[in-house]
Structures are given as structure tokens and as C-alpha cells.
């Protein structure tokens, strides 16, 4: 299969006021990557609408309940796919609260399945590992350690391998240490032995410069670097699991933080650096400027 090539130099939304709740970006006609505002939930997650001829695939829902999601899918597949009977599958990276909030809206929606939350249910449901959309068949990687029903999609017609909240430029949130390295050399192989052109997660977290993170919390990000990665940096994910084996809490990297099984003191500290950052930071960023 030909690698179908987009671009993916945009500036995305990062906090700015008057940004819209949802960013739009067409990567190419049937492939479009959604990133909800800062100025709406901090978390800012991503999510990835995939079109095949029969069905497309949303890849999480976002943080918040009462986002504009639903109407935002609902006009992207009429655009595309308006006869009736075109399906919808929404299914998550893994189930935690950023990633699931606007389930609710999809569960009346006609011809539309909404993945369950437990392994069980996605297992149940990818079964073989593919997903098949019509013309455009997605691999799906069960990718535990971060969350025990995390998956990893490969999609061969852009070549994104879509980590959710497994591989991020941000922090790496390790809760199964072991099932994490697992998960990372599985990947690495994979990436290795397919066309893999970017490894895109849900959020970005850290800065341009370094080893430099934002806390959490923080609902202005102007020097955010690009959510992209590079195989080589999934490779670093990688070695760097490896490297701490044993050794909880934060371990900074150029491209990533891992936060190893966190202790309670580490959780702590998180959100104490985070009230810290939202009481000495801005509070209001600048206007986009429409002019």
C-alpha cells in the first residue's frame, strides 16, 4: 500500500482565548485529527477520526461531556459519507476519564458501536488485532502498562501509530512496569517492520527546550513542542523503560518523563507543582488574533 502523505505542521490549539472547543485538521480526505482547546479541560487530548469506504473509526472521545464532539463527527462523516447506513466505531486508546468523557454522546447515534472499557470488552471486540473499515484495514496492538486495556493502533495508509497515552512527548504515566516494557518492545519491533512514519499520542506536555515539562494543570501552552514522534524516540521510549527497572517516581528525558509506578509522595508532588504553576503563571493568555 502507497503511504498517503499529509502534513502535520499546524499550530495547534494551545490555549489561546476565543480558540475554537475543537480543532479541525484534515490530514488528508479521510484521515482527520481533532484536538479539543486547553481553555476547556487542561488535558487538551487529541483524537483521531480514521475513514474507510464502510465505516470510519473515532479513537477516543475526549475529556469533557459537553463537548461539541458529537456534532463535529456527525458533519465530518455527512460531508464525506452521506448515504445512510455509512457506520461509525468509537473506540479509545484506553479508558481513562480524558478519554471517554463523550461516550454518552454516540450511544443513540444509528449505526454506530461504542467500544467497552475492560480488556475483556476490547479484546471481545478487535479480536484477531485488525479492524477492518472497508478498504482500509487498521492493526490494533494491546498495549498494557499504562492502562490494562490500552491499545496501540497502526493505520498503513498514513503510517501513524497511534500510542494513545503510551508514548506522548509528555509524561509517561507507568502504572505495570512490566507490562510497560513488554508493551515498548512490542512496539519497537513493530515500528521496526512497518512503515511507521509518525507515532502520535494524545496530549503533548513538554516544551520545546529538553527535559522541560509543563505542569499539570496548566491551560496555556505556547511553547508546546509538536505531538509527533519519531521511531527513533519510540526507541528511547523504550531504552529508557528498560534503564529504570526498579526505580519508581519521575525520570526526565529529552523527549519524555516517566513517572514509574507513582507513590503517593509522587502524586504530591505532581499536583503541588501544579497549583505552584497555575498561581505564579498567566492567567489569561492573548486573544487569537482574527485580523
Not at 516494557?181 to 512490542?186: A, L, N, R
Not at 519497537?188 to 529538553?210: I, K, N
Request: contains cysteine; hydrophobic residues 35%; glycine residues 8%.
Amino acid at each position: 500500500m502507497t503511504v498517503v502523505t499529509g502534513t502535520l505542521d499546524v499550530a495547534w490549539n494551545h490555549g489561546r482565548t476565543g480558540e475554537p472547543p475543537i480543532q479541525i485538521h484534515v490530514y488528508d480526505e479521510n484521515t482527520v485529527i481533532l484536538r479539543q482547546s486547553k481553555t476547556a479541560t487542561y488535558e487538551a487530548p487529541f483524537m483521531f477520526l480514521l475513514f474507510g469506504d464502510e465505516r470510519a473509526l473515532l479513537l477516543d472521545t475526549g475529556a469533557t461531556e459537553d463537548s461539541p464532539l458529537r456534532e463535529t463527527v456527525d458533519r465530518l462523516i455527512a460531508e464525506r459519507h452521506p448515504s445512510p447506513g455509512y457506520g461509525l466505531v468509537v473506540a479509545h486508546s484506553h479508558p481513562h476519564g480524558d478519554h471517554v468523557a463523550g461516550d454518552a454522546q454516540f450511544e443513540d447515534r444509528p449505526d454506530t458501536v461504542v467500544v467497552g472499557h475492560s480488556p475483556e470488552a476490547v479484546h471481545d471486540f478487535f479480536g484477531t488485532e485488525k479492524c477492518d473499515l472497508g478498504g482500509r484495514e487498521l492493526t490494533i496492538l494491546y498495549s498494557p502498562g499504562h492502562h490494562a486495556a490500552a491499545i496501540t493502533v497502526f493505520d498503513p495508509r498514513t503510517g501513524f501509530l497511534l500510542t494513545g497515552d503510551t508514548v506522548l512527548p509528555g509524561r509517561l504515566y507507568v502504572f505495570d512496569h512490566a507490562a510497560f516494557v513488554s508493551t515498548m518492545d512490542q512496539l519497537v519491533e513493530f515500528a521496526e517492520s512497518h512503515p511507521v512514519t509518525h507515532v502520535l499520542g494524545c496530549h503533548v506536555e513538554m516544551r520545546r527546550r529538553p527535559r522541560r515539562d509543563y505542569a499539570i494543570g496548566v491551560t496555556y501552552q505556547p511553547d508546546e513542542r509538536a505531538p509527533q514522534m519519531t521511531v527513533a524516540q519510540l526507541r528511547a521510549a523504550r531504552d529508557a523503560a528498560h534503564a529504570i527497572k526498579g526505580r519508581r517516581g519521575f525520570h526526565r528525558f529529552d523527549d519524555f518523563v516517566i513517572v514509574n509506578e507513582p507513590r503517593k509522595r509522587d502524586v504530591r508532588r505532581l499536583l503541588l507543582r501544579g497549583y505552584l504553576a497555575k498561581a505564579l503563571g498567566r492567567r489569561k493568555p492573548p486573544r487569537i488574533r482574527t485580523g
